[in-house]
Nanobody, 122 residues
């Protein structure tokens, strides 16, 4: 399983970024996908998931600002981040995990990308 994300970089507070995650060697049809982030001196947190049937979940701090979506024919997942804040600064990682139920995601993801840095300046 190979996941490659792109789209990170520096941005000013209030700005937007879109991250992409391209999957190879497996199909999104059989896996739940998610975005996680790790900020300096903080624990890694799972911020958004999209299940096999398209059901999405978000943590409270990004709800309403971040949107995860999927392009199945292209095997690509996207993460649109609006109204970015300095506290969103982190290494963002896309992840995947098999799911037996189409609307559910596993509690942990076995497959990870290398990550892309997002830095939000005030």
């Amino acid at each position: 399983v190979h996941l490659q994300e792109s789209g990170g970089g520096p941005v000013r507070a209030g700005g937007s970024l879109r991250l992409s995650c391209l999957a190879s060697t497996f199909s999104y049809r059989s896996h739940c996908m998610g975005w996680l982030r790790q900020a300096p001196r903080k624990e890694r947190e799972k911020i958004a998931t999209i299940s096999r049937d398209g059901t999405t979940t978000y943590i409270y701090s990004v709800k309403g600002r971040f949107t995860v979506s999927r392009d199945r024919p292209k095997n690509n997942m996207y993460h649109r981040m609006n109204s970015l804040k300095p506290e969103d600064t982190a290494l963002y990682v896309c992840a995947a995990g098999p799911s037996g139920k189409s609307w559910l995601c596993p509690s942990t993801f076995p497959y990870w990308s290398q990550g892309t840095q997002v830095t939000v300046s005030s």
